[in-house]
């Protein structure tokens, strides 16, 4: 691509839309992801007694699977981005490009 379609892309609403869109949904997704790791942080440093209650048949403690869980949250919310990157936003992306070409 030549600059002036570069700057055409740039300026384009839907482009500007485009990038207010994946920035607000990416800092949500992050949000979310910060509020599950550090309130597993906060249980595990202010009330570790939480942790250590014993579940199942009295093997595992409650941090194993609330940290598992903390995992399991970053791979879903990062499938959850990858969904929408890949359709809605990939869509919009070649919409824009080919008004401006």
């Known amino acids: 691509m030549n600059?002036?379609?570069i700057e055409q892309i740039r300026?384009?609403?839907?482009?500007?839309e485009l990038?207010?869109?994946r920035s607000v949904?990416?800092?949500?997704?992050?949000?979310?992801?910060m509020v599950i790791y550090y309130g597993f942080i906060l249980v595990l440093a202010?009330?570790?007694e939480?942790?250590?209650?014993?579940?199942?048949?009295?093997?595992m403690?409650?941090?194993?699977?609330l940290g598992l869980g903390v995992i399991l949250s970053a791979i879903v919310l990062t499938g959850i981005y990858v969904l929408?990157?890949?359709?809605?936003?990939?869509?919009?992306?070649?919409?824009?490009?080919a008004s401006v070409r």
């Open 3 to 5: 600059v002036d379609t």
């Open 11 to 16: 300026n384009h609403p839907a482009f500007l």
């Open 19 to 21: 990038e207010r869109q």
């Open 25 to 33: 949904f990416g800092w949500t997704l992050a949000a979310i992801m």
């Open 46 to 48: 202010f009330a570790p």
């Open 50 to 59: 939480v942790m250590a209650i014993r579940v199942g048949s009295g093997v």
């Open 61 to 65: 403690t409650l941090g194993f699977p």
């Open 84 to 97: 929408r990157a890949n359709g809605q936003f990939d869509r919009l992306t070649r919409q824009i490009v």
